[in-house]
């Protein structure tokens, strides 16, 4: 058997999860994160390497001998990391800069959806300097409500509904003179607002060959009943009932097997993580979005179903062969709750210690997001997002139960969870 020295980037609940994957295989050899975080490191050793210096990147993998990269958040890769690699013959899952822009420019992938026939929402694209004609196309041209959107990355904070044309202006004052928005707008979109519910599809692609991982709904508001200000994610739940096996085999069919073919004949194939937020409209599934990675909180629930060896997937991916691969998945329900510091997602303190941890009920897994190990050695807090309890179970509501008796054994002064994840999945079975 092939064994690969392994380098994974990225510090949060997401990574854990890849690391807690990768780590079970036995084509392992060494494994590092950078730069990881306590949970991370329960895997692999956690280095202190600085992700956004491709050539500190570059220099590490030719030391250690690493055999692959593993990519876990959009911003090396949209930075163009993969490629930057690739030049130095170092293999990477995740993809290239080109293709990264499906996530990197919203613009962009209005353009390839709207060319190659892919269901989304209608949209007009505006330059920074077009902002006269975009109030004029706003006041005469379009019915409300309707979602304004910056172009580039910005941290869940570009995307604007506007129910009328009033927050329509105020929204455009935001995006243009905001300093960190402003930077991700040098375009902005306009598009049609979609009603319905929504849901994340997950699949992996080598390039040509795509195949289904996982769907799973988020809940990126802060309070119960989804109200309040947006978050990374405060929880998530797999597989969700709102797409039954039909309407998946059509989402493969109609929207992912096309944009990873629209990728190919755009010559930026498309190889990792296909990430795909779908609104539920009365005309059938539609993209919301294309993220080029996996989710956080997502992938917390979606790797654990994963029964094929997730390091070997990824390596014969890179190889280009994932047409060869069976995916095996768990027939299993699987929720995680996020535990949250007091404040977020405004400010919130740091440096709290969290006990519990070991005493939570058998089969529930917790990762770690923002903690650290301070001076005394005690796990403390160390962000918005602190962990990730994710409860398994045959129906839904065991998965969502067990999750819960894993929060209620571990606490941190001014820990904050929602009470409601994965309830609305609930809704489709009658227990
Ligand atoms: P995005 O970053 O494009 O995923 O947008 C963030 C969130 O805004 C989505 O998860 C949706 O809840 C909402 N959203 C974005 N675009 C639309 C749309 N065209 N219609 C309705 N809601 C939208
Ligand atoms: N859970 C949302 C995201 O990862 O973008």
Redesign the pocket.
Same mark, same amino acid.
Request: aromatic share 4%; hydrophobic share 35%.
């Given at each position: 058997m092939e064994h690969l020295n392994v380098l994974l980037i990225g510090s949060g609940g997401r990574e854990h999860a890849l690391a807690w994957a990768i780590s079970q295989s036995p084509m392992l050899d060494h494994f590092y994160i950078a730069p990881g975080n306590p949970g991370t490191s329960q895997h692999g050793e956690n280095i202190d390497l600085d992700i956004d210096d491709f050539e500190d990147v570059v220099d590490f993998c030719e030391t250690h001998k690493i055999d692959l990269v593993v990519v876990g958040p959009e911003q090396p890769l949209v930075d163009g990391i993969t490629d930057y690699l690739n030049d130095y013959g170092i293999n990477v899952f995740g993809p290239s800069k080109g293709a990264a822009m499906l996530e990197g420019s919203?613009s962009y992938a209005k353009s390839i959806m709207h060319k190659y026939g892919i269901p989304? #929402?209608g949209?007009e694209v505006f330059e920074r300097h077009e902002i006269s004609m975009l109030e004029t196309y706003l006041s005469e041209q379009v019915n409300f409500? !309707?979602?304004l959107?910056v172009d580039g990355l #910005?941290a869940?904070k570009?995307?604007f509904?506007c129910d009328n044309l009033d927050d329509a202006r105020k929204y455009i004052d935001k995006i243009m003179n905001d300093v960190d928005l402003s930077a991700a707008a040098p375009i902005i979109v306009v598009?049609?607002?979609?009603?319905?519910e929504?849901v994340s599809v997950f699949a992996i692609s080598d390039g040509t060959t795509v195949k289904y991982l996982s769907h799973a709904q988020?809940h990126?508001r802060i309070g119960e009943g989804d109200i309040g200000l947006?978050t990374g994610g405060m929880g998530a739940y797999a597989p969700a009932p709102v797409l039954s096996q039909d309407m998946l085999d059509d989402v493969m069919k109609r929207i992912i097997q096309p944009t990873v073919d629209a990728m190919a004949s755009e010559e930026t194939p498309y190889l990792g993580i296909v990430y795909c937020?779908l609104?539920i409209t009365s005309e059938g599934p539609?993209v !919301?979005?294309y993220?080029c990675r996996f989710g956080d909180p997502e992938a917390q629930v979606i790797l654990p179903s994963l029964k094929t060896d997730l390091l070997e997937l990824m390596n014969t991916t890179v190889n280009g062969k994932l047409e060869y691969v069976s995916i095996d998945l768990d027939s299993d329900y699987f929720c995680s709750v996020v535990m949250a510091s007091e404040g977020y997602p405004g400010s919130y303190p740091k440096g709290l210690p969290i006990t519990g941890i070991d005493d939570v009920p058998e089969g529930v897994i917790v990762f770690h997001s923002g903690t650290s190990i301070d001076e005394n050695a005690d796990l403390v807090t160390n962000g918005g997002r602190v962990l990730n309890v994710v409860g398994r179970g045959d129906t839904l509501k065991k998965a969502i139960v067990h999750a819960y008796s894993g929060v209620q054994k571990i606490s941190f002064d001014g820990a904050y969870h929602r009470r409601d994840i994965g309830e609305k999945g609930l809704r489709y079975f009658s227990e």
């Open positions: 919203k989304t #929402a949209s409500p !309707v979602v959107k #910005a869940g570009g995307v509904i598009e049609e607002f979609m009603q319905g929504e988020d990126k947006n937020g609104m539609k !919301v979005e993220n």
